[in-house]
């Protein structure tokens, strides 16, 4: 059996995207702000068709490819009240 292919950060936000159950538009703009660049709406339900296919061979993702992409809390900043 082969390994399953990692999500790339634009197919992981669409996934985790399409997960809230969002309209469309609302989806695109998500994914927008997540990943900081502009992702129209032809991109968007492109990307989702490859995870969907990605799915559909291998099942449901588990985790994340790059653990630079998910948000890390912030550190105490010196000075501020905790």
Excluded: C, W
């Amino acid at each position: 059996m082969s390994t399953p292919p990692l999500l790339s950060p634009l197919q992981r936000a669409v996934y985790e995207t399409d997960q809230l159950g969002l309209n469309l538009r609302d989806s695109v703009r998500l994914v927008t702000q997540k990943l900081g660049f502009f992702v129209g709406q032809q991109r968007y339900l492109a990307e989702r068709k490859r995870v969907e296919a990605i799915i559909a061979q291998y099942g449901t993702p588990i985790g994340g490819g790059d653990p630079d992409d998910h948000a890390r809390s912030t550190p105490h900043q010196i000075g501020s009240a905790s």
